[in-house]
């Protein structure tokens, strides 16, 4: 079996995005059997997938299974090391680009039974709920804060058995908290490269991408692990 760094932070995002996004058309597009399941479905079901994206990338080669830019960073600034920075962020942009495609394929009649373009667009990538770019920017800066120092504090206490599970409640706990403003991207894979797939694919009915709030859900996480790097790099972490 051929196993690498590169090929497991692809697969394992990919499969973070199928079934992280799948979740949001399941519960968002008419006529599935999961229309209108409400925010606990999403978000439970997001935590599901950031777990199952850990195991399925350490298995693929990529033991970090970082799957998300801000945590490849924060870990750079933290260690002083940014190697795997560019051939990590690639192949998690790539992944999720895939991801999403697979979603769109699974739900290929959904889209047209779907009038509500936002909606679609939601099936993709995030929105605020109040555009404020500043407040939606803060959200996420705070939502990647928690994240990035609890991954990083998960494995240091839990080990790498309980890791992944413990990250996934993490995650449905951020989904929970802190994620009614923005959708909580925190993740610029997560929110990027579904963006570009929804730009691109033959989507039916669909509308505009949103690129103008597209920044925020990418210069948020960035700028919250560069913030996080630093902080346990300062503390000896």
Do not use: C
């Not at 697969?11 to 996004?21: E, H, P």
């Not at 290929?108 to 009038?115: E, F, K, V, Y």
Request: no cysteine.
């Amino acid at each position: 079996m051929i196993t690498s760094p590169f090929l497991g932070e692809l697969i394992g995002t990919m499969v973070l995005i199928l079934l992280g996004n799948g979740v949001v058309a399941n519960v968002l597009l008419s006529k599935t059997k999961g229309n209108n399941g409400g925010l606990i479905a999403i978000t439970a079901g997001w935590g599901f997938a950031v777990t199952m994206g850990i195991f399925i990338a350490q298995k693929f080669g990529s033991p970090a299974a970082h799957l998300n830019p801000a945590v490849t960073i924060a870990m750079a600034v933290k260690d002083n090391n940014f190697s795997n920075v560019l051939p990590f962020i690639s192949a998690q942009l790539l992944g999720a680009i895939l991801g999403a495609t697979l979603v769109w394929l699974h739900h290929l009649p959904h889209w047209g039974a779907t009038n509500d373009q936002s909606l679609k667009l939601a099936a993709f990538s995030t929105s605020p709920a109040i555009p404020n770019a500043p407040a939606n920017l803060i959200s996420e800066i705070i939502g990647t804060l928690v994240l990035v120092i609890g991954v990083i504090a998960l494995y240091a206490e839990a080990g790498s058995g309980m890791a992944p599970l413990l990250v996934g409640v993490l995650v449905w706990s951020i989904g929970l908290s802190l994620g009614g403003t923005t959708g909580y991207a925190i993740n610029p894979a997560r929110d990027l490269g579904p963006r570009i797939a929804h730009a691109i694919l033959p989507i039916a009915g669909k509308g505009g991408s949103e690129w103008g709030y597209a920044w925020v859900p990418v210069v948020g996480p960035i700028v919250a692990a560069l913030i996080a790097g630093a902080i346990l790099n300062g503390f000896g972490f």
